[in-house]
């Protein structure tokens, strides 16, 4: 049964560090991995989404990677700004059709 | 083009009533998915829908339901509802298209249980 970690929990950094947010899977069967943010109160925005077969994927500041073999992914995030301050839940899809498993989420707070 | 709709937004129940709550996909998209959320468990499959068809299931009880109609709108329900209910429901879209399957979520349904 696939499970996902995500570490830390939370994480306070000031504005305009870079910072990395880590997501581990139990199983590296997988057909995707998608990082979502999530604001208080509200649902969930996908912002990157990784192929098995690709290494990383890039939007804007932030850069997703993707290491099956090690059961890994980090989200990194640049230059990091007040408006980044959410939740950061990472899900992987095995393959299959199967549901998206979902991790618990990192707790971003960026301080002005 | 439009984004996910749920409603309602907000609910507030008692125990043992049932409550149904309304998911509208993107256009075009003929498979929604639909979640739990809660502090302590996180986000836990509940069901997903594909024209129509259950597609996959998730570890709940019999009590939670769903269907999707011709038109891609899914409804869930739960029946004779429980404190631990209490969560938020999250709805979410896609439509395959050469593995880019990425889901697109609603706002969800805040439901509390008292």
């Known amino acids: 049964k696939q499970e996902v970690t995500q570490i830390p929990a939370a994480l306070s950094v000031p504005e305009g560090e870079n910072l990395v947010l880590n997501c581990s899977f139990t199983?590296?069967?997988?057909?995707?991995l998608q990082w979502f943010r999530q604001d208080p109160g509200k649902g969930l925005t996908s912002l990157l989404l990784?192929?098995?077969?690709?290494r990383e994927q890039t939007s804007g500041r932030l850069n997703a990677s993707l290491d099956k073999s090690s059961g890994r992914s980090t989200l990194y995030i640049a230059a990091s700004q007040p408006g980044d301050s959410a939740t950061y839940l990472c899900?992987?899809?095995?393959?299959?059709?199967?549901?998206?498993?979902f991790g618990k989420g990192t707790r971003l707070s960026v301080i002005a | 083009k439009a984004g996910v709709t749920q409603t309602p937004r907000y609910l507030i129940k008692t125990r043992g009533q049932q409550v149904t709550l309304s998911c509208s996909p993107i256009?075009?998209?003929?498979?929604v998915s639909w979640y739990q959320q809660t502090p302590g468990q996180g986000l836990q499959f509940l069901f997903e829908?594909?024209?129509?068809?259950?597609?996959n299931k998730g570890n709940f009880p019999g009590r939670f339901s769903g269907r999707q109609f011709s038109n891609s709108r899914s409804e869930m329900n739960v029946s004779t509802l429980e404190l631990g209910d209490s969560a938020l429901y999250l709805c979410?879209?896609?439509?395959?298209?050469?593995?880019?399957?990425?889901?697109?979520f609603g706002p969800g349904t805040r439901l509390l249980v008292l």
């Open positions: 979410a879209s896609s439509q395959p298209t050469g593995g880019q399957e990425t889901q697109y």
């Open positions: 199983d590296s069967a997988i057909y995707n």
């Open positions: 899900a992987v899809r095995d393959l299959g059709n199967t549901p998206l498993v």
């Open positions: 256009s075009g998209h003929r498979s």
């Open positions: 990784i192929q098995s077969s690709q």
């Open positions: 829908y594909f024209s129509e068809t259950q597609r």
